[in-house]
């Protein structure tokens, strides 16, 4: 399974970003998707969620009314629509795949709920 992040960059404060996370060699079309990041001397934060089996989404509270995750489940690729952001938003964003139906109900997110990880795209916000 690999997963591949694209639409990282540099933007203003108040700008906007989409994050994609292509998803390959998984064919099986229950799994739950999920964003974390991880700011320079900080631990990895799971910021949203979403599976296949309920279609709901999940995020943490800094996050809420500003991101949105979404799920493209013919090519089986996420997305992460950030919107407003913060100078508090800069980290690397990871996205992960969990090998279920569902995703886990127990917050905040954890990594070790997921099997498969992209490599991570920046963002940095100024």
């Known amino acids: 399974v690999q997963l591949v992040e694209s639409g990282g960059g540099s933007v203003q404060v108040g700008g906007s970003l989409r994050l994609s996370c292509e998803v390959s060699g998984y064919s099986d079309r229950g799994y739950c998707m999920g964003w974390f990041r991880q700011a320079s001397g900080k631990e990895r934060e799971g910021v949203a969620s979403?599976?296949?089996?309920?279609?709901?989404?999940y995020y943490v509270d800094s996050v809420k009314g500003r991101f949105t995750i979404s799920l493209d489940n013919a090519k089986i690729t996420v997305y992460l629509q950030l919107n407003s952001l913060k100078p508090e938003d800069t980290a690397m964003y990871y996205c992960?795949?969990?090998?279920?139906?569902?995703?886990?109900?127990?917050?905040?997110?954890?990594?070790?709920?997921?099997?498969?990880w992209g490599q991570g795209t920046q963002v940095t916000v100024s």
């Open positions: 979403i599976d296949t089996g309920t279609g709901s989404a």
């Open positions: 992960a795949l969990r090998q279920s139906l569902y995703c886990a109900k127990r917050r905040p997110m954890r990594a070790a709920d997921f099997d498969d």
